[in-house]
């Protein structure tokens, strides 16, 4: 990764949020050639000036990788991203993007920023564009230690990706669960768990979920909630605890009936709700691998991802043998993706559907924390009580600003140079980095 061309969608420019990531960056990676156009603060110019875009069109064609950079607005990318993106089309300048590497770095507090990412996902495949998934912040992240590492993390994955040779990890002391419902005639499926496994080092071990008694399916009767146990005997609790909770990675492969793996994975999965609200496999690598339609099924490919966001687990990648190219080479890529995630433990931001998905699930055990003991335990334990009200500081703070702004002749001298105030924390940040590279 040696050019990267920066489209900076900000109204602000240089001056938002946003665009302090690509400062950052530019400290992590000096050596790397940024060139940034802020087609969100230079639209109308844009609009006049097609020279302007026929510009951007011959750099992205020697660029090495592609950066969308906005804050969210009202469910998407603001206006003036939708207006450029309208503008290169009509220009007939989409084919400067085609084989391009691309990625996503968003700015929000988290409401539908996964509806702005899925947007520009969807022009990256009109312009036939490869997709490395994004960075979706909070906006405050940046400041905050984890924010910074979850960046550079972040940053790795990029370099990943984009090496036309992946770097082989030892992972020979490692152990990946692979969860299955195989069955003698799904032949498909087989290829699939075949060529993974010949793939990887790391020691495999496979739960056949046709080979175990499970009596049944959930009961709802919430004996768990008060125990942390399943009521039903049978050989669930002993496979969760061997297959899923000791292991380092867990893979899923199974074969699509009816817009959903068979039934005998929901049976399983239902049961889990004994281990309750608790994310019992946090930070781990998942994959899957699926034998079937996989394309048109937007409804089950979004409860895979929502599943990762709300279980903060690091989703590898969905291979299915639906989809056009060499089936073989996404498995081994998916494999080493695997491998370089058990041995580095990256971490991703979560969006709209992890921190909605918690929240609902923090309010709800709070509420009902006098029977859903064990719950109420876990989010105690791990300080997932976040409610605003804690923050006092922060509270009070907002209620002094906004007296403050109450007044004429403060709001006069304080506006002008809101932005620049808003960003001026950044820059301890960016220093402090610069000292740690000379170290």
């Excluded at 564009?129 to 906006?139: E, N, T, V, Y």
């Excluded at 605003?388 to 002749?409: E, L, R, V």
Aim: aromatic residues 10%; charged residues 25%.
């Amino acid at each position: 990764m040696n050019r990267i061309v920066v489209l900076n969608g900000s109204p602000k420019g240089k001056d938002s949020i946003t665009y302090q990531y690509v400062r950052y960056l530019q400290v992590v990676k000096p050596n790397v050639e940024v060139t940034t156009f802020h087609i969100g603060q230079t639209i109308q110019s844009l609009e006049r000036h097609k020279e302007k875009l026929d510009e951007i069109a011959n750099l992205i064609r020697q660029a090495d990788l592609v950066l969308w950079l906005y804050p969210v607005y009202t469910f998407s990318v603001p206006y003036q991203v939708v207006r450029w993106i309208e503008l290169m089309n009509a220009y007939g300048h989409a084919d400067a993007f085609s084989g391009k590497w691309m990625s996503q770095i968003a700015t929000s507090r988290h409401f539908y920023d996964h509806t702005a990412y899925r947007y520009i996902e969807e022009i990256g495949k009109d312009w036939k564009m490869h997709s490395i998934p994004g960075h979706l912040a909070d906006m405050q992240d940046l400041l905050k230690p984890q924010g910074q590492a979850r960046f550079e993390a972040y940053l790795e994955e990029l370099d990943w990706e984009m090496a036309l040779e992946k770097p082989q990890e030892d992972v020979s002391s490692l152990k990946i669960s692979l969860i299955t419902d195989l069955r003698e005639e799904d032949s498909e499926l087989q290829k699939m768990i075949q060529i993974f496994r010949k793939n990887t080092k790391a020691k495999i071990q496979v739960l056949n979920l046709n080979e175990i008694s499970i009596k049944s399916g959930c009961l709802g009767c919430l004996n768990c909630t008060l125990s942390g146990e399943c009521i039903i005997k049978d050989d669930f609790q002993e496979s969760l605890n061997i297959y899923v909770q000791n292991s380092d990675a867990i893979v899923y492969a199974g074969t699509m009936e009816n817009h959903w793996f068979r039934s005998v994975w929901k049976k399983f999965d239902d049961r889990q709700f004994s281990n309750g609200h608790r994310m019992s496999i946090g930070g781990r690598p998942v994959g899957y691998l699926i034998a079937g339609a996989k394309e048109n099924e937007n409804n089950f490919l979004d409860v895979l991802k929502a599943r990762a966001q709300v279980g903060h687990v690091y989703l590898c990648g969905i291979v299915s043998n639906q989809f056009e190219g060499d089936i073989q080479k996404k498995i081994e890529i998916l494999t080493k993706k695997m491998e370089w995630a058990m041995v580095r433990h990256p971490e991703r931001p979560v969006n709209f559907q992890g921190v909605g998905g918690m929240r609902v699930f923090r309010d709800l055990i709070y509420e009902s924390r006098g029977f859903m003991k064990e719950d109420h335990k876990f989010y105690r334990e791990n300080d997932l009580y976040d409610f605003p009200h804690k923050k006092k500081s922060t509270i009070f703070q907002g209620y002094i600003i906004g007296w403050m702004m109450k007044i004429p002749a403060i709001r006069r001298k304080v506006l002008p140079s809101l932005k620049q105030t808003m960003i001026k924390p950044y820059d301890k940040i960016f220093e402090e980095r610069r000292v740690k590279n000379e170290k």
